[in-house]
């Protein structure tokens, strides 16, 4: 069992189209982070989120922090081609880091 | 402002071998952390090194080490190696008071055969 489940693993949308991924935990975290993974990079950190219940936009992505700091979710508005990657949540929790497993995002034009 | 660099950038090796992966971190961090990333997962935590001591270890065997250099610089190194350690192999700098915010290398893609 991981410490922070991300869903869904998988989606393929049409360009214009929106989506939310989601990231949820059973535990606490006093910060959450986003990063995107092209093919052959490392994962490129998007946002941190640290107060619960917050809510950052960065561009087309929108990004809010559960209240209770146990989840977090990562909403695009008109995903184009160019938002096609690997999305992963992580966060520091007792000292390590955890990873999601990711959820793998298909924008077609 | 230097990015992570990482060398080399694809390795082949045996079963059994020993392999040593380098990673230079970027300027002004002091923290760096490695990882380990199988194909279609996250990254799993490895260890992370601060003031050249390991501080901080994800569930590997002790047949993967760590040294962290004067200049912040870090080796991963794996004995013994299984044909289950192929995987792409990452490492984050950051700085030691900000430890969420971690820069990622494009990572070494590690075969075992």
């Known amino acids: 069992t991981q410490l922070l489940e991300q869903s869904p693993q998988f989606l393929s949308i049409q360009e214009g189209e929106n989506l939310t991924v989601y990231c949820n935990s059973s535990?606490?975290?006093?910060?959450l982070q986003w990063y995107r993974q092209e093919p052959g990079e490392g994962p490129v950190l998007l946002v941190t989120?640290?107060?619960?219940?917050e809510v950052k936009k960065l561009k087309r992505l929108t990004f809010q922090f559960g209240d209770a700091r146990k989840d977090s979710s990562l909403h695009i508005t008109a995903a184009q081609p160019g938002d096609t990657g690997l999305y992963l949540c992580?966060?520091?929790?007792?000292?390590?880091?955890?990873f999601g497993s990711g959820t793998k995002l298909n924008v077609k034009p | 402002e230097t990015g992570v660099t990482q060398s080399p950038t694809h390795l082949i090796k045996t079963r059994g071998q020993q392999v040593t992966l380098r990673c230079s971190s970027q300027?002004?961090?002091?923290?760096v952390s490695w990882y380990q990333q199988a194909l279609g997962q996250g990254p799993q935590f490895i260890f992370q090194?601060?003031?050249?001591?390991?501080?901080g270890r994800g569930n590997f065997p002790p047949r993967f080490s760590g040294l962290q250099f004067p200049n912040y610089s870090s080796e991963l190194n794996v004995n013994a190696l299984e044909l289950d350690d192929s995987a792409l192999y990452l490492c984050?700098?950051?700085?030691?008071?900000?430890?969420?915010?971690?820069?990622f290398g494009p990572g070494t893609r590690l075969t075992v055969t």
């Open positions: 300027s002004g961090h002091n923290t």
């Open positions: 989120v640290v107060t619960g219940g």
């Open positions: 090194y601060y003031r050249e001591e390991e501080n």
């Open positions: 992580a966060g520091l929790f007792l000292g390590k880091f955890y």
């Open positions: 535990s606490v975290f006093s910060s």
């Open positions: 984050a700098s950051s700085l030691w008071d900000k430890p969420y915010e971690q820069y």
